[in-house]
Nanobody
Framework: QVQLVESGGGLVQAGGSLRLSCAAS????????MGWYQQTPGNQRELVAAITTGGRINYADSVKGRFAISRDNAKNTVYLQMNSLKPEDTAVYYC???????????????WGQGTQVTVSS
């Protein structure tokens, strides 16, 4: 069992910045990926950014150059620095942790509660 607690969402004007945090606890494996996904009403949950234990990063094209993901492995915490925010970034942002089970070749996903980010024009 893994628990993910998110913080840092809120209301910001276009062009502003926010920093999201997500702290994980529980059965966290040595090899894992942590990331952020966004979801708006009527749409699928979509990847924003993800980072592996070793520091490999994947960004959505829409946020590349504006957002930066990082993690503190000692604290089991992942961050998303969001700069130059646009109204199109408005969404609920969900934290994700995926455990990698090397022995069986399987993976399992865990999700945070979601935090609202609203960008006004």
């Amino acid at each position: 069992q893994v628990q993910l607690v998110e913080s840092g969402g809120g209301l910001v004007q276009a062009g502003g910045s926010l920093r999201l945090s997500c702290a994980a606890s529980g059965s966290i494996l040595r090899l894992n990926t942590m990331g952020w996904y966004q979801q708006t009403p009527g749409n699928q949950r979509e990847l924003v950014a993800a980072i592996t234990t070793g520091g490999r990063i994947n960004y959505a094209d829409s946020v590349k150059g504006r957002f930066a993901i990082s993690r503190d492995n000692a604290k089991n915490t992942v961050y998303l620095q969001m700069n130059s925010l646009k109204p199109e970034d408005t969404a609920v942002y969900y934290c994700n942790l995926q455990n990698v089970y090397v022995s069986s070749g399987t993976r399992r996903d865990y999700w945070g509660q979601g935090t609202q980010v609203t960008v006004s024009s």
